[in-house]
T-cell receptor
Framework: GENVEQHPSTLSVQEGDSAVIKCTYS??????FPWYKQELGKGPQLIID?????GEKKDQRIAVTLNKTAKHFSLHITETQPEDSAVYFC?????????????FGSGTRLSIRP | NAGVTQTPKFRVLKTGQSMTLLCAQDMNHEYMYWYRQDPGMGLRLIHYSVGEGTTAKGEVPDGYNVSRLKKQNFLLGLESAAPSQTSVYFC????????????FGQGTRLTVV
């Protein structure tokens, strides 16, 4: 089955610097890759997603890159701010209709130092 | 707009007790899911439903049962709670089209002693 590995498990960056979180997946059929942000005491919330027909997607300070050949994708946050402190999850899902197959990574706890 | 609402937010159970977690969504979504979140293990799918009256097993279904009698509600039951079921439980829903945004509830923290 699909396996998604996420690194690092914790990340601390200075406010204003960039943060990068990396994920790898095992199932070559995967073609949907969402990223979720979970703030303390809340449920995860989608912040950006990418499908395998594109290599990069950007939304203001966040961007995701995808390398299907290497089976890895990354989240980039630029000009980090205190409100970026949270746990981030990557996930991978198949290209066909199967709700059960979206697999999450183990999460990265991002802390922004003032 | 409430989105996805979970009841209760916190619960402490004794080993062997039973309980039901309720999830309600007001977005008319077909798909609903129950996940558990444990430290260092991300979100693992317990059971899911692709529509009213349907349920299916996810990654870690043992010890849990579910029902989807109404489209807007998805219930998660623990018949005989065990300490290994201590976790944070999240319900989520998504539209008919798979591989689109899932909307999560605020979570239920369950402790089994």
């Amino acid at each position: 089955g699909e396996n998604v590995e996420q690194h690092p498990s914790t990340l601390s960056v200075q406010e204003g610097d960039s943060a990068v979180i990396k994920c790898t997946y095992s199932d070559s059929a995967s073609n949907y890759f969402p990223w979720y942000k979970q703030e303390l005491g809340k449920g995860p919330q989608l912040i950006i997603d990418i499908r395998s027909n594109v290599g990069e997607k950007k939304d203001q300070r966040i961007a995701v890159t995808l390398n299907k050949t290497a089976k890895h994708f990354s989240l980039h946050i630029t000009e980090t701010q205190p409100e970026d402190s949270a746990v981030y999850f990557c996930a991978a899902g198949p290209g066909y209709s199967s709700a059960s197959k979206i697999i999450f990574g183990s999460g990265t706890r991002l802390s922004i130092r003032p | 707009n409430a989105g996805v609402t979970q009841t209760p937010k916190f619960r402490v159970l004794k080993t062997g007790q039973s309980m039901t977690l309720l999830c309600a969504q007001d977005m008319n979504h077909e798909y609903m899911y129950w996940y558990r979140q444990d430290p260092g293990m991300g979100l693992r799918l317990i059971h899911y439903s692709v529509g009213e009256g349907t349920t299916a097993k996810g990654e870690v279904p043992d010890g849990y049962n579910v029902s989807r009698l109404k489209k807007q509600n998805f219930l998660l039951g623990l018949e005989s709670a065990a300490p290994s079921q201590t976790s944070v439980y999240f319900c989520a829903s998504s539209p008919t089209t798979p591989n689109t945004e899932a909307f999560f509830g605020q979570g239920t923290r369950l402790t089994v002693v």
